[in-house]
């Protein structure tokens, strides 16, 4: 690695599997004290005694991101007192994702996922910004999908929670950039941990079919767009959302 981050703090959220643990490990391979975080501490502490077992600096801090803006407050003053009081990089990738139909959506899940997607981020970038920007500046990323930008008949509630993401992204790089605070964010496309038996086995393979990239990408391809939006090699970068999709919402590629 390069050293890119070095000297520098990071929060990430739901960094306790897939890509939020990619960007994790990335991060503290270029340099960054890492705070992990998520629900569940055995995970979690998974990725710290990973990272820490390759020479790099994390902690774990557990959250349950509900929404309330007491829960985004408690994890960024933890957050800040696991870095030494002090946070220059917040990652927003916690999120969940229930799929039923529109037809079969109750209000109860419709509320939990916006609460998670939404208003956890939402809150947890008030606690963050001001402090970073007092400090001199930082950097924020939010994760977005690409099922956000072309429509698809499933994940009708998630897409609209993700499409909220990518506008609050362009809002808060207005906001805060004056500040010395840049907000980016980064769109996967279908990512997935190695499936047991192949890309092949698993039904999401399919989704990639007619692309450029003609497979799915792997949590690590997020990781270092995420690395490259922290790093200062993006500080001329604000209010984007970077497509890391392998061609899903650009390019069809048609056979011949």
């Given at each position: 690695?390069?050293?890119?981050?070095?000297?520098?703090?990071?929060?990430?959220?739901?960094?306790?599997?897939?890509?939020?643990?990619?960007?994790?490990?990335?991060?503290?391979?270029?340099?960054?004290?890492?705070?992990?975080?998520g629900r569940n501490r055995e995970r979690g502490e998974?990725?710290?005694?990973?990272?820490?077992?390759?020479?790099?600096?994390?902690?774990?801090?557990?959250?349950?991101?509900?929404?309330?803006?007491?829960?985004?407050?408690?994890?960024?003053?933890?957050?800040?007192?696991?870095?030494?009081?002090?946070?220059?990089?917040?990652?927003?990738?916690?999120?969940?994702?229930?799929?039923?139909?529109?037809?079969?959506?109750?209000?109860?899940?419709?509320?939990?996922?916006?609460?998670?997607?939404?208003?956890?981020?939402?809150?947890?970038?008030?606690?963050?910004?001001?402090?970073?920007?007092?400090?001199?500046?930082?950097?924020?990323?939010?994760?977005?999908?690409?099922?956000?930008?072309?429509?698809?008949?499933?994940?009708?509630?998630?897409?609209?929670?993700?499409?909220?993401?990518?506008?609050?992204?362009?809002?808060?790089?207005?906001?805060?950039?004056?500040?010395?605070?840049?907000?980016?964010?980064?769109?996967?496309?279908?990512?997935?941990?190695?499936?047991?038996?192949?890309?092949?086995?698993?039904?999401?393979?399919?989704?990639?079919?007619?692309?450029?990239?003609?497979?799915?990408?792997?949590?690590?391809?997020?990781?270092?767009?995420?690395?490259?939006?922290?790093?200062?090699?993006?500080?001329?970068?604000?209010?984007?959302?970077?497509?890391?999709?392998?061609?899903?919402t650009t390019a069809a590629v048609i056979a011949a």
């Open positions: 690695m390069t050293a890119r981050l070095q000297h520098k703090t990071a929060l990430v959220t739901g960094a306790t599997s897939n890509i939020g643990r990619a960007i994790a490990v990335a991060f503290a391979a270029e340099g960054a004290h890492v705070v992990v975080s998974a990725v710290v005694a990973e990272i820490r077992s390759r020479g790099g600096l994390a902690d774990f801090v557990a959250a349950d991101l509900d929404g309330s803006p007491a829960a985004s407050r408690r994890l960024a003053d933890e957050a800040r007192h696991a870095l030494g009081g002090r946070l220059d990089v917040l990652v927003n990738n916690a999120g969940v994702y229930p799929g039923p139909p529109t037809p079969e959506t109750d209000e109860e899940t419709f509320d939990r996922v916006f609460a998670v997607n939404v208003k956890a981020p939402f809150f947890l970038t008030a606690a963050v910004a001001p402090a970073m920007a007092a400090a001199g500046g930082g950097a924020v990323i939010n994760l977005g999908s690409w099922v956000a930008r072309l429509g698809i008949p499933i994940g009708t509630l998630y897409s609209s929670t993700k499409g909220a993401l990518e506008t609050l992204t362009r809002a808060w790089a207005a906001e805060f950039g004056p500040s010395g605070v840049r907000v980016n964010a980064i769109s996967p496309g279908v990512i997935l941990e190695a499936p047991a038996g192949g890309e092949d086995s698993h039904p999401a393979g399919a989704m990639m079919r007619g692309t450029p990239a003609g497979s799915v990408g792997t949590p690590e391809a997020i990781a270092q767009a995420a690395v490259y939006l922290a790093s200062q090699e993006a500080g001329f970068v604000h209010g984007i959302t970077l497509d890391v999709d392998g061609g899903r």
